[in-house]
């Protein structure tokens, strides 16, 4: 005689009527409510017998990254399942341990680097690269790279032949294609220096753009003109300058500093102490692989970072112990997914083909790896990537709120603080710059601007 008693916790109709009704009032769209149904009928199997409104915050989390780490449930999939399971615990059921949880940075974890990073674009030639952007894109410029597919492919060639940074490219290849809008459909070589300077004209009269913008995008035109259709502008006609404004960056003192940190948990505290202890940006902290710290010389390894320039930067002592747990976590979770037939990483440039093996090693692997895996739109290779930026970025602006400071704080904050603190216990500005990967020490000087004391001790008068 088989056992009566349920394997698992069975919703009852009154709670899905009600869960039903949430939906409705979280604007969740009609052909959408079924899957959300089933994402969550598929969380309750997986609790077992448990009551739903018992489980601990850390018991959710186990659950929902078990299923992060199915290869079957694609990444919006995923993020569906955290929405549905959100929606019941928090607002129907009123679960203690979901009520305080961090939802959004959860369903981060699920989040790849988009189809076009530097990584994995550079991967793909660039006719395939354009082609996806004219499927996937809108409006104008959409229809510009369709009617002039020859020319982008010959510019994003040049500048990949050039060893460019992808998001020059991208730029570049945006501004050309913007260029030939405005040359409404006249070939650009028939157009020269004179529909140049009426372009970065409109820019600043129409557009009211930055000097910064403007110099983007004449350096766009220039290369354009002169490395792909091998016509020099020559000197240009005196056109519309924006005007460059000096902005000195927010600095946080120590105590505020402290104060941010002590607001951020997890993977977040850990990526965030690393910006303020080492100097760098973003994405060089999110796509450091265990093979880049170096616990025996104290001192973490840059690799191809902005300009394609390597660089040692220092191993705060303060965290070691938890990168090297880190280091132990990511050991297991490669582990595992090696077991489960996975385990493959995506590898810079042209260094899978020549290190074959290399892609499944522990020393490739990210230091701070993703949630799930994620599957490859070109290749159709199921990989973990890095974590996705913006988890990063909105703790670190929730954290600054908490906190109580009223300083526009985000994550390239941390690497101002680092630069200006150096500079105040009297480190050398050389140093500084070197550090901080900087190609001309007149950017590193912008942080004299931000001491109190540009050069020499300044008092205030109305102090003396």
């Known amino acids: 005689m088989s056992d009566p008693t349920p394997r698992h ?37 997986a609790a077992g017998a448990r009551e739903p409104e018992t489980l601990p915050e850390q018991d959710i989390v186990e659950l929902l990254t078990a299923f992060g780490q199915r290869d079957d449930l694609q990444d919006w999939q995923f993020g569906q399942m955290v929405d549905a399971v959100r929606i019941y615990l928090v607002r129907l059921i009123g679960s203690p341990g979901a009520t305080s949880m961090d939802w959004q940075s959860l369903r981060d974890l699920s989040r ?34 369709r009617e002039h597919e020859e020319l982008i492919v010959r510019v994003v060639t040049e500048i990949r032949a050039r060893g460019y940074a992808y998001r020059t490219e991208q730029v570049y290849e945006q501004w050309v294609c913007r ?42 035109l220039v290369f354009l003109y002169r490395r792909v259709l091998q016509m020099p502008l020559g000197r240009l006609d005196e056109f519309a300058r924006s005007k460059r404004k000096k902005v000195v960056p927010v600095v946080l003192s120590r105590s505020e500093v402290k104060r941010v940190l002590a607001e951020l948990s997890g993977w977040q505290l850990q990526v965030a102490s690393l910006l303020y202890g080492t100097g760098m940006r973003m994405t060089e902290a999110l796509t450091l692989r265990v093979k880049d710290v170096d616990f025996e010389y104290g001192r973490i390894h840059v690799c191809q970072a902005k300009g394609k320039k390597d660089r040692y930067v220092p191993l705060p002592k303060q965290l070691v112990d938890g990168l090297k747990t880190r ?28 290190y074959p093996t290399a892609a499944r090693e522990l020393r490739w692997q990210f230091l701070f790896p993703s949630g799930r895996l994620s599957v490859d739109q070109r290749s159709g290779a199921i990989r973990r990537h890095h974590l996705h930026e913006s988890g990063l970025q909105r703790a670190v602006k929730e954290a600054a709120r908490r906190s109580g400071i009223v300083k526009r704080i985000g994550c390239h904050t941390f690497r101002h ?23 001309d020490v007149s950017t590193t000087m912008i942080y004299t601007h931000v001491l109190n004391r540009p050069g020499i001790s300044v008092a205030s008068p109305l102090d003396l």
């Open 9 to 45: 916790r069975v919703l009852s109709g009154r709670e899905l009527e009600s869960y039903l009704q949430l939906l409705v009032s979280e604007s969740i769209p009609l052909k959408s409510r079924p899957y959300y149904v089933a994402r969550l009928k598929q969380f309750v199997a």
């Open 417 to 439: 603080c680092f630069a200006t603190h150096l500079l105040e216990t009297n480190h050398d500005i050389r140093t500084v710059q070197e550090l901080l990967g900087h190609a």
């Open 179 to 220: 260029y030939l809008v405005h040359c409404k459909g006249v070939s650009p070589e028939k157009m020269g220096a004179e529909a140049v300077t009426g372009f970065l004209n409109e820019l600043v009269v129409s557009g009211n753009v930055s000097a910064s913008t403007q110099n983007q995008a004449l350096n766009a």
């Open 327 to 354: 280091i132990g976590s990511v050991g297991e979770l490669h582990e595992q997914d090696l077991a489960a037939g996975y385990g493959e990483v995506l590898l810079p440039e042209a260094l899978a083909r020549k």
């Open 112 to 145: 790849a680097p988009a189809p076009d990073c530097g990584l994995s674009a550079r991967g793909s030639r660039p006719e395939v690269l354009l082609r996806e952007r004219v499927e996937n894109g809108t409006g104008g410029l959409s229809d510009v790279r």
